[in-house]
């Protein structure tokens, strides 16, 4: 069957309706049920969409497969914050450490070594920790 444009848009809108929200995955998703559509032998849109919904799991699984592809994307930001984290973590670290060397030779600047690590702390690390928190706290209940 050759699909016309009112089909594909009629797909599309079905799939924001049940949940879809990603536009990469509805393309995906709209590519893949047309391809399917397309090949099959029959004229009816309606019988061939819903043997086509039936095969790729129905609403439900377009549902979860949306679920999983913000879960991927939040996993992928989490490592990045996680590796923001400790990076800074391994400056405030040599801070305190230059700060103790500084001290314990009399040097000038020691201060300035230990408040630069109390600044890295306080401004960077802190509020990243807290808006992972508040995000993981955010994704539980998704």
Not at 29 to 56: M, P, R, S
Request: with cysteine.
């Amino acid at each position: 069957m050759e699909l016309l444009e009112k089909h594909i848009t009629f797909i599309e809108n079905s799939l924001t309706l049940y949940g879809v929200a990603s536009k990469d995955l509805r393309e995906d998703l709209v590519d893949h049920i047309c391809t399917y559509i397309e090949n099959q032998d029959g004229d009816d849109f309606n019988t061939l969409y819903q043997q086509a919904l039936h095969k790729f799991g129905g609403y439900a699984n377009f549902k979860n497969l949306q679920l999983e592809t913000n879960y991927q994307k939040y996993a992928k930001h989490l490592i990045a914050i996680n590796k923001l984290k400790f990076s800074v973590g391994f400056l405030v670290f040599f801070l305190l450490v230059m700060s103790l060397v500084f001290r314990i030779m009399h040097w000038p600047f020691a201060n300035a070594w230990l408040l630069g690590a109390i600044l890295m702390s306080v401004l960077v690390i802190l509020p990243v920790h807290f808006y992972v928190r508040y995000k993981k706290a955010i994704h539980k209940y998704s």
